[in-house]
């Protein structure tokens, strides 16, 4: 199985350099990724980036806190481009669940990036409130719960389980820590993985043996030691 890459940025210059790219396939931002590339105008800002970004697939967030100011957002943002996925938390920050506003919006035809979802409970409280034809992505935080000591591998199984039966739907690995990271989320079938610019480079230049690994290794501590002028 084929994994799509998107690229995790907000940065105009990052965007129009990545959507160049044969193996970049589309584009997830977030409030917090706004905010470190500058932006001050939500609105003005996503408008800027969709000059670049026509046809790739990109999401958005709402960060509205409540039901009818989420939906609000979510119809808003929904018309500003064909190739936009609204991106919903699937709690608020009162951990209430979200349903309603996905439900409502799906039954729209708005196509959905569910994010900042860990467990396949989440995966499965979120299915139930979809139809089988609008698109949706899950996102699941990798990364992020193994900052916590928890594996996600076993949610993310789980996840892609049962969402074989939903055509329209795609679990996407997300907060990658590491080049491997594109490795383990092939492996175990999820259909997207978002990855910030400097790992998407990396995992361009894959493919090196362990032998050259080893000597490059050992040639850049020489390298060092001569340009520090080591002696014993």
């Not at 230049?205 to 002028?229: M, P």
Request: aromatic share 10%; charged share 25%; hydrophobic share 35%.
């Amino acid at each position: 199985m084929t994994i799509k890459i998107f690229c995790d940025i907000a940065d105009l210059k990052s965007i129009k350099k990545f959507n160049k790219k044969k193996t970049v396939q589309g584009f997830t931002t977030n409030p917090s990724l706004m905010r470190k590339a500058g932006a001050k105008d939500y609105h003005s800002y996503s408008k800027q980036i969709l000059k670049f970004c026509k046809k790739k697939p990109i999401s958005f967030e709402v960060f509205a806190d409540d039901n009818k100011s989420m939906i609000n957002q979510g119809k808003k943002i929904s018309t500003w481009g064909k190739n936009i996925y609204v991106k919903v938390p699937v709690v608020n920050s009162k951990n209430k669940f979200t349903g309603r506003v996905i439900k409502e919006l799906n039954s729209q035809n708005i196509n959905l990036n569910i994010t900042a979802v860990y467990t396949a409970r989440q995966t499965k409280k979120i299915l139930k409130q979809i139809n089988k034809k609008t698109k949706v992505i899950i996102s699941i935080f990798a990364g992020r719960a193994g900052d916590a000591g928890k594996d996600p591998i076993p949610e993310f199984k789980k996840s892609i389980k049962m969402a074989k039966s939903f055509k329209n739907v795609e679990i996407l690995w997300a907060s990658v820590r590491e080049p491997y990271n594109f490795v383990q989320a092939k492996q175990i079938g999820c259909h997207i993985i978002t990855i910030p610019p400097s790992i998407i480079e990396k995992i361009e230049n894959f493919g090196k043996s362990f032998q050259q690994l080893t000597t490059e290794t050992v040639k850049a501590f020489l390298v060092d030691s001569r340009k520090s002028k080591f002696k014993i």
